[in-house]
């Protein structure tokens, strides 16, 4: 069973950094690109960056909303996903999902098939 | 950047009533494009990708159709655990967007 457990969520101050994990199991975790995705309290969804398997460089992709400020990483050797979040804003402040890259079989153009549960980073004074 | 735009952003119907609902891509994506089902303080779940491929474990009553710029999320004969915000996304480029949502009530 594919499983995506998000931690690291908390109160920040602006300005403030903070870093997320994301841990997955129930899947080869190496074989898949992942995204983070985050929604801001009675908000729709935002995609926030994405990383490319080992094969790919790890090469990265962000939203130019956080591009510059957070820095998407993995550890194909403990099976987690990282988001380094800096410089963090008010608006910063949402509940932030990890979720897995469906695959590059046959082609990479596809979507998230699963997502973990989310955490949630409240950017305050 | 590749604008989404869902309509409605709000309906409600009854139990067995056939639901709709549209997406509009600001230019072509293909068939780039998934619907999500999210239900309060929930993660999102994969329903269609391809816009019209049926995600492993998802109802059949769930089907998409589309290309190019319009899309269609249906729900054949709505049920009571389908209450939930409905949202498409692209994946044709960078950056990827969703559409706006479309919150689903049962009447």
């Known amino acids: 069973e594919v499983q995506l457990v998000e931690s690291g969520g908390g109160l920040v101050q602006p300005g403030g950094s903070l870093r997320l994990s994301c841990a997955a199991s129930?899947?080869?975790?190496?074989?898949?690109?992942m995204d983070w995705v985050r929604q801001a309290p009675g908000k729709g969804l935002e995609w926030v960056a994405r990383i490319r398997m080992k094969a790919n460089s790890s090469s990265t992709e962000y939203a130019a909303s956080v591009n510059g400020r957070f820095t998407i990483s993995r550890d194909d050797s403990k099976n987690s996903l990282y988001l380094q979040m800096n410089s963090l804003k008010i608006e910063d402040a949402a509940t932030y999902f990890c979720?897995?890259?469906?695959?590059?079989?046959?082609?990479?153009?596809?979507?998230?098939?699963?997502w973990g549960q989310g955490a949630l980073v409240t950017v305050s004074s | 950047d590749i604008q989404m735009t869902q309509s409605p952003s709000s309906l409600s119907a009854s139990v067995g009533d056939r639901v709709t609902i549209t997406c509009r891509a600001s230019q072509g994506i293909s068939i780039w494009l998934a619907w999500y089902q999210q239900k309060p303080g929930k993660a999102p779940k994969s329903l269609i990708y391809?816009?019209?491929s049926l995600q492993t474990g998802a109802p059949s009553r769930f089907s998409g159709s589309g290309s190019g710029t319009d899309f269609t999320l249906t729900i054949s004969s709505l049920q009571p655990e389908d209450s939930a915000t409905y949202y498409c996304?692209?994946?044709?480029?960078?950056?990827?967007?969703f559409g706006g949502g479309t919150k689903v009530e049962i009447k």
């Open positions: 129930g899947f080869t975790f190496s074989d898949h690109y």
């Open positions: 996304q692209h994946y044709n480029s960078y950056p990827l967007t």
């Open positions: 979720a897995r890259h469906a695959g590059c079989s046959p082609t990479c153009f596809s979507a998230m098939d699963y």
């Open positions: 391809a816009a019209s």
